[in-house]
């Protein structure tokens, strides 16, 4: 076993506190800081999990020479701007979804990893939640077969909720839905269509000067014959919670169940009609993760009742898949690999979202995906 240990600093404790503890209890790393503005919520952390460097400014942070990657969780239009700070301050970046609000920073992220050689992954939740593992697994062993067709969905209420998320474009923040497609089989986004449906309130358009209540997007895959299909709603659409992922294959398919809390459904090709769809509860995987923090992907830090974030209540956040970003990401610094998404597959991702409300708003026109994105 590798005994090399990354110095850490989580930036934005929120959310991000979630990761305090998975951090302290990983062999190869050394959570170091922690950052929030609000000096009492920081020292109240702080003091509880026993760190002794406590920034409330950012750009301090940066000049810490003993910290070697940060791990941003901090509000969606923060993003592109702190990532691109600690690159050029010299630090690894994990960053909690989306990559950016615009091609722009996408683009100078991606150059920035290029020229210094530095990591960054954007910490995608549902591509190591244990549904898309499990999912992973079967196509991998080739229990699918032929991968036909994709499609997924993030639809969430935010009436409510503060700052920038009031008529929020709903493909602005797409990563959960646009994520899983592009990361079964590992592909890239040639081109995209989407169309909006349905009109928000008057007081919620003016705010980004968009009216859809749902947008709905066909993403094209680039050199191959497969497409998906994505949609996300997050203002005046009853429905409840669902990040949904589903593939289907020329031997079996699997669908997200419609209820929260429900089983997968696999379908199997060529078996009598009513035998064909079985339930399946989803494994757990946290047989692929050092043992020091295998329980996260079942318990986390806000195991409280008195907790109502979505992102804490459904298996130790987000699917259990906490623990595992905090692995693919340490595991990449330590060993020199390419997480996944890296820095261009996460443009790659985001920038669907960001290209599929210009396509929106154009009437669903055709739009390409720069070519920065590409890898292959």
Known sequence: ?????????????????????????????????????????????ADAFGIAKRYTSYDELLHDDEIDAVH???????????????????????????????????????????????????????????EFLYMKELYENG????????????????????????????????THCVGPVLALTKGEAEYVSCFGSGTIREELIKEYNSPFAVETTHIKFRNSDVSAQVYRSLFDVARQYRESFEVYGSKKSVEWPLIEGKPLVVHTAKKPEPEIPEEVECPDFAKLLPEAIQPFTTGGVYDTDDNTHLSFTQGAGHGGSHPHLVHAFVDALINSLSPYPNAK??????????????????GGEIIKLPEFTFEK
Not at 3 to 12: E, L, M, P, R, S
Not at 99 to 112: D, G, P
Request: charge should be positive.
């Open 1 to 45: 076993m590798n005994n090399k240990k990354i110095n850490i600093a989580i930036v934005g404790l929120g959310f991000g506190a979630e990761f305090i503890p998975i951090y302290k209890k990983h062999p190869n790393a050394n959570l170091v800081a922690i950052s929030q503005r609000n000096e009492i919520k920081l020292n109240a952390l």
């Open 72 to 130: 941003i969780n901090t509000p969606i239009p923060d993003h592109g701007t702190q990532s691109i700070k600690a690159l050029k301050a010299g630090k690894h970046v994990a960053c909690t979804v989306p990559m950016a609000t615009t091609v722009e920073e996408c683009k100078e992220i991606v150059r920035l990893t290029e020229e210094t050689g530095l990591t960054y992954m954007m910490m995608e939740t549902v591509v190591y939640a244990r």
């Open 143 to 174: 229990e699918l077969g032929k991968v036909q067709f994709l499609k997924a969905s993030h639809q969430q209420d935010m009436d409510g909720w503060p700052n920038y998320w009031p008529g929020l474009p709903p493909m602005h923040y797409a």
């Open 345 to 362: 597959q996460s443009a790659n991702i985001t920038c669907v979202g960001i290209l599929a409300h210009d396509s929106a708003l154009k």
